[in-house]
């Protein structure tokens, strides 16, 4: 299985709910290159990958540069726990019918599931604004082993 974590892209500051702020103009050109970017990676292969998206708007603006249908998931709101997130993704088996999973949300959710699939342990690391960090899974010798195979940045893309 593969599982990518993007974090949202650069959002506005305040508004009048947290879920309710949207992405600058700066944060719209970093989701489109971002898509650009993973959209090159897969090979436009969108078959084998599920989206799942928290419901913030800045999110939900994120994953809409890829252009492709993507679920909308309460459970990866902001502040959501990391158990949400893996639980939700079905890691490391994958959710049914789809062998990879990319999740739009926030930090620091984000970072703790990072650290919990590099390190196995409850753990933070910074996920910079709009980057996406690619796990994969192999089994072997009948265990799950973990693999971070790249971390991109709209600046690195």
Do not use: C
């Not at 990518?4 to 600058?24: F, I, K, P």
């Not at 072997?140 to 973990?146: A, H, I, L, N, S």
């Amino acid at each position: 299985m593969q599982l990518v974590l993007w974090r949202h892209a650069e959002a506005e500051d305040h508004a009048s709910t947290d879920l309710g702020r949207n992405l600058t103009a700066r944060g719209r050109q970093q989701a489109r290159k971002m898509a650009q970017w993973f959209d090159g990676q897969i090979a436009h292969k969108w078959s084998d990958w599920a989206v799942l998206v928290s419901p913030a708007n800045r999110a939900q603006q994120t994953a809409a540069a890829l252009a492709q249908p993507f679920h909308t998931i309460d459970l990866i709101a902001p502040d959501a726990a990391a158990e949400a997130v893996i639980a939700a993704t079905a890691w490391p088996r994958g959710i049914a019918g789809r062998a990879n999973v990319l999740v739009v949300g926030h930090q620091p959710t984000l970072g703790m599931v990072a650290a919990r699939l590099i390190g196995g342990t409850a753990g933070n690391i910074s996920v910079k604004k709009g980057a996406m960090w690619w796990f994969e899974t192999r089994e072997r010798d009948g265990r799950y082993q973990t693999v971070l195979k790249t971390m991109v940045t709209p600046d690195t893309a």
